[in-house]
Every structure is written in structure tokens, then in C-alpha cells.
């Protein structure tokens, strides 16, 4: 029986499928991922950090996702959209969660009661494939308040909506200083046209 697999046998085969690999390294979105990470490390940590010093790894673990969620996108006008379903989401879900935990204490019950309600939002809105961020945020929001029970719902649904649209914010500006300096560097490396 024979197989239609492609061989790496040859030096010439294992060169070609070295280049294939390569071309696929894009080194500039590696490190403008690492430093929009970094930036919203930072914010998370130490610039909301103050405000709610037991829930800062949190806020900061919401910044890094977000930035994550905007670089996904190859560029900056596929990253708007996403940045503003992330702002949508992050809103609706810390909305809920407020309303929940201005009424309530957490429970496992009222924090599934209030995904579901998430999810039904989303789908109404038709924002439920992105909703999920929402989730995400909503959980984030109800864990804390587990943890830090005398933490104001207010104060915890507002620092993780700001720590979130900080994120998004970072990811977008990375993502045009990053397109910026490909287009910039290209345009350095065009052979000149003459005339």
C-alpha cells in the first residue's frame, strides 16, 4: 500500500518544508503581543491595584485577556470591532453582575442563574458568539465577590469594566504601532521608482 504523503527524506524536501515553517514566524506580532501583555499587566496591577489591592491579579488577568482577544485579528480594522464586542460584553456582563449582587450574596445557584441570563441576553442581542467575553467577566466579577464579600458590588463591577476596556484600548494602540512599523519598514525597504 502506498501512501501520498509528502517525503523529508531529500535535504531538498526538509529545506522547503524549513522555509514553509518559517514563513510562518511573524516576529513583530510575537512581540507586540508580549508588550501590549505587559502594558496591561501593569494597568491591572498597579493602577487599579490601589483602588482594590485584594483583587488586582484579577483585574490585571482581565487587561492581559483582553489585549489578547483585540491581537487576535490580523489588523487593526478586523481589531475595532472585536475591541468594541470585548467593551459590549464587559459592560452587559458587569451590568448583570451588579444587579445580581446588589440583591443577592453569591451563590453557585445565583451565579449559574445569572450565566444563563448572560447568555440569553447575548443571543437577543446578537452579540452571543462574542458574548462569551461577557461570561467571562461576569464570572471574574462574582468570583471576587465571593472572595471579598465586603467589596461594594459598584466597585468591583466598574474596576473590572475599566480594567477591560484599558485592555482593549492597549490592544488597539499596539496593533496600530505594530501596523504602523510593518508599513513603515516596508515602505524603507521598496526598491525606489524613478522617473
Not at 505587559?38 to 489585549?67: D, E, I, N, Q, R
Not at 471574574?140 to 477591560?164: D, K, T, Y
Amino acid at each position: 500500500m502506498t501512501t501520498n504523503r509528502p517525503t523529508t527524506d531529500t535535504p531538498a524536501a526538509r529545506e522547503a518544508l524549513l522555509r514553509r515553517l518559517a514563513g510562518r514566524i511573524q516576529p513583530v506580532n510575537a512581540a507586540a503581543t508580549c508588550v501590549g501583555v505587559l502594558l496591561a499587566y501593569l494597568v491591572g496591577t498597579y493602577v487599579t491595584g490601589p483602588f482594590h489591592a485584594a483583587s488586582h491579579w484579577m483585574g490585571a488577568m482581565l487587561a492581559c485577556t483582553s489585549v489578547v482577544v483585540v491581537l487576535q485579528k490580523p489588523g487593526l480594522k478586523q481589531s475595532l470591532p472585536v475591541g468594541w464586542m470585548r467593551v459590549l460584553g464587559t459592560f452587559i456582563g458587569a451590568l448583570i453582575a451588579f444587579c445580581y449582587l446588589s440583591i443577592w450574596h453569591f451563590s453557585v445557584a445565583g451565579m449559574l442563574l445569572t450565566i444563563f441570563l448572560l447568555e440569553i441576553v447575548s443571543m437577543l442581542l446578537g452579540i452571543y458568539v462574542n458574548g462569551h467575553i461577557a461570561t467571562i467577566t461576569l464570572i471574574v466579577i462574582l468570583l471576587i465577590s465571593q472572595e471579598n464579600p465586603r467589596l461594594p458590588p459598584a466597585i468591583n463591577c466598574v474596576l473590572r469594566f475599566l480594567e477591560s476596556v484599558v485592555g482593549v484600548g492597549i490592544g488597539l494602540g499596539v496593533m496600530w504601532v505594530s501596523e504602523w512599523w510593518q508599513q513603515h519598514r516596508q515602505a524603507k525597504n521598496a526598491p525606489p521608482t524613478g522617473g
